[in-house]
């Protein structure tokens, strides 16, 4: 047990007189209420404590499960930046379609990685927003001349290609078709079942002209189906392209630096397939930081 003179000491500066005074029978009745009520301040100290200690340290709770940080401005940049799950974003329900699943690219190999200069390399000329309300595979068959097999021989051809429809709600970049609905074809499809491009939902595309005919002009045309169903293509159809959750928040690929800002929220993919997901580091901004982002982007990558 504390000595009497160990306590009064540790709750105060007591001087020597009172400690050493208190013989009589008098003082000894002073000095067991000076102990009670140091044992109380005591008592009301330990309580203090432990209640700023339990403030200070409050479970914040994260996806499924809690960690702990403290509170205030520098907690509330914590829960900016903490990671979400994938499995509670509020995302629109899609409709995959299996056809385009099915298309294949042969030279994989040679396409180079996505960044954001891959905007002006490959001349984009718009960036727009809008729901994909319709997707729809398109087989396309035509002849070349040939004379590997004979003289002015015909060989036979066939080019496959997606198509979204889409109605615009927002221009980014370049010639305003907001409230226009557009076609946007690609000769490729990213075939990852999570994160393609599905009817219902909703995207950032960035696109460039394509052109009119899907001939490359490898071989001389001798006819048939050539002609496109548009002339719009999307820059890069071989990653994840930026979708739009139902409250406004835009999920992004780690490629997107500029739009992956330091408040993005990294987005955990707690799927069953997430084996498949690994390679695609994904992220979460919300739209006042996009917009912002997008504006800085445009300036860095157009000029504007």
């Known amino acids: 047990m504390m000595k009497t003179e160990n306590l009064l000491d540790a709750i105060g500066e007591i001087n020597d007189e009172v400690i050493c005074d208190a013989k009589t029978a008098k003082q000894q009745k002073s000095r067991k209420k000076i102990k009670w009520i140091s044992a109380a301040a005591c008592l009301g100290l330990v309580v203090v404590a432990a209640m700023l200690v339990r403030n200070l340290y409050a479970p914040v ?16 940049a914590v829960q900016e930046a903490s990671p979400v799950y994938y499995s509670d974003l509020m995302l629109a329900e899609g409709k995959l379609n299996e056809d385009a699943l099915g298309l294949s690219e042969s030279s994989m190999m040679d396409i180079k990685e996505f960044d954001e200069s891959t905007l002006s390399q490959d001349s984009c000329c718009m960036i727009v927003e809008g729901t994909v309300t319709n997707l729809y595979v398109k087989h396309y068959f035509y002849d070349v001349y040939n004379d590997k097999f004979e003289e002015n021989g015909i060989l036979h051809g066939r080019t496959d290609t997606v198509v979204y429809e889409i109605t615009v709600d927002k221009t980014w970049y370049g010639v305003d078709v907001s409230g226009e609905t557009i076609l946007v074809e690609d000769t490729s499809y990213f075939t990852e079942p999570i994160l393609a491009v599905k009817q219902g939902k909703r995207y950032v595309l960035p696109l460039y002209e394509y052109g009119e005919s899907i001939w490359t002009g490898v071989h001389e045309y001798a006819g048939g189906d050539i002609t496109r169903e548009t002339s719009y293509s999307t820059i890069y159809p071989y990653h994840p392209q930026i979708e739009v959750t139902m409250d406004g928040e835009y999920l992004i690929s780690q490629d997107w630096t500029t739009l992956v800002a330091e408040n993005a929220r990294e987005v955990i993919m707690d799927i069953k397939e997430n084996e498949n997901y690994d390679q695609y580091k994904m992220y979460l901004v919300d739209g006042d930081t996009f917009a912002e982002q997008m504006g800085i982007l445009c300036n860095t990558v157009f000029g504007l």
């Not at 709770?61 to 509330?76: D, H, I, K, R, S």
């Open 61 to 76: 709770p994260e996806g499924n499960g809690y960690f702990t940080e403290p509170l205030g401005q520098a907690q509330e």
